[in-house]
């Protein structure tokens, strides 16, 4: 049971757009600490997607937005390609853990 | 920065996994580090970080079982998980933790940069 509940899956058609949850407590991101997206593929090391709520490191599209209110974070996909074909993860820190790291269960990005 | 994890891949159940994460083109004084797992088909599961201070952090479903030490002079930093079983069989990812102190107060800017990741198998 991972402390940051993202959907299992989500899918959509090439050139469409999709949208990522990722939902904690007051404890993480109602606590106002810092969240982060990372794009996983199969076979390969998680890397940095969004960082910091909405910043992406270089070399990231600008179709991968993200954004947060209360005790939720999004990952907005737009224009969407083959090859964001891939799992997302939403990270964070938790004040029960003395600001340990927490990541959400992850979401299987299909693109039909 | 690069980062690259070695060690042993398989592990006897109740021994003891250690891995060590070498850093390169950066110094591992400089920034914070984690350890990260991923068993077979499931999700990320963060195991601990230490602080460029030394000062560690680790996951309460872990913490009696590990131990994050820093190597400065070898520039690396290492992962030791005692007592193993089959529930230990994972990916493991070394990552650099990025955190910024402005003004007494804490940045956080994610993990930007991981290791390729070693798999390690516990055995029976």
């Known amino acids: 049971q991972s402390v940051l509940t993202q959907p299992p899956s989500v899918s959509g058609a090439p050139g469409k757009r999709v949208i990522i949850s990722c939902t904690g407590s007051?404890?993480?991101?109602?606590?106002?600490?810092?969240v982060h997206w990372y794009q996983q593929f199969p076979g390969a090391a998680p890397k940095l997607l969004i960082y910091d709520t909405g910043n992406r490191p270089a070399g990231v599209p600008e179709r991968f937005f993200g954004s947060r209110s209360g005790t939720s974070a999004s990952l907005d996909i737009s224009g969407l390609l083959p090859e964001d074909e891939a799992y997302y993860y939403c990270q964070s820190y938790d004040s029960t853990l003395n600001g340990g790291r927490v990541f959400g269960g992850g979401t299987k990005l299909s693109v039909l | 920065v690069q980062l690259q994890e070695s060690g042993p891949g398989l592990v006897k159940a109740s021994e003891t996994l250690s891995l060590i994460c070498t850093v390169s083109d950066g110094s591992i004084s400089s920034f914070d580090w984690s350890w990260i797992r991923q068993p077979p088909g499931k999700g990320l599961e963060w195991i601990g970080y230490?602080?460029?201070?030394?000062?560690?952090n680790y996951n309460p479903s872990l913490k009696s079982r590990v131990n994050i030490s820093l190597d400065t002079s070898k520039n690396q930093f290492s992962l030791k998980l005692n007592s193993v079983t089959a529930a230990d069989t994972a990916i493991y990812y070394c990552?650099?933790?990025?955190?910024?102190?402005?003004?007494?107060?804490?940045?956080?800017?994610?993990?930007?940069?991981w290791g390729q990741g070693t798999t390690v198998t516990v055995s029976s």
């Open positions: 230490i602080f460029s201070n030394g000062t560690t």
């Open positions: 990552a650099r933790d990025l955190r910024i102190e402005v003004g007494g107060r804490d940045f956080y800017y994610g993990l930007d940069v």
């Open positions: 007051t404890s993480n991101l109602g606590a106002g600490y810092d």
